[in-house]
């Protein structure tokens, strides 16, 4: 069975970088035809795509948050990871990594991670 494990720091200082990992195991990042995604849920919000990359590598993001964001995958450790610049205290929320079979899952499609909560605060 497909899991996923995000990672990263909980806390992060405004204007600095969030940057977030993704641990796959029991599939690999470069299967056919599966999508790769970042989420986020601020409190009380609704969930938010926010990028994503397909199976041969070729990345995506909400127009909103590409000029602060780059998606990237480590082949080598089934791993892709979430940079994001420039954070503010609006950052903050909830961050899962899920695999799909579209690029933007619902929460009920495919396989997500547990998610990790992000806090932006000096």
């Known amino acids: 069975q497909v899991q996923l494990q995000e990672s990263g720091p909980g806390l992060v200082k405004p204007s600095q970088t969030l940057s977030l990992t993704c641990t796959v195991s029991?599939?690999?990042?470069?299967?056919?035809?599966?999508?790769w995604s970042w989420v986020r849920q601020p409190a009380g919000k609704a969930l938010e795509w926010m990028g994503g990359?397909?199976?041969?590598?070729?990345?995506y993001a909400i127009p909103s948050l590409a000029s602060r964001t780059s998606i990237a995958r480590d082949t080598s450790k089934n791993q892709f990871t979430l940079q994001l610049t420039s954070v503010t205290p609006e950052d903050t929320a909830m961050y899962y990594c899920?695999?799909?079979?579209?690029?933007?899952?619902?929460?009920?499609?495919?396989?997500w991670g547990q998610g990790i909560q992000v806090t932006v605060s000096s």
């Open positions: 990359m397909d199976y041969r590598g070729t990345t």
């Open positions: 899920a695999r799909a079979t579209s690029m933007v899952p619902k929460r009920d499609e495919g396989y």
């Open positions: 029991g599939g690999s990042i470069t299967a056919n035809y599966y999508y």
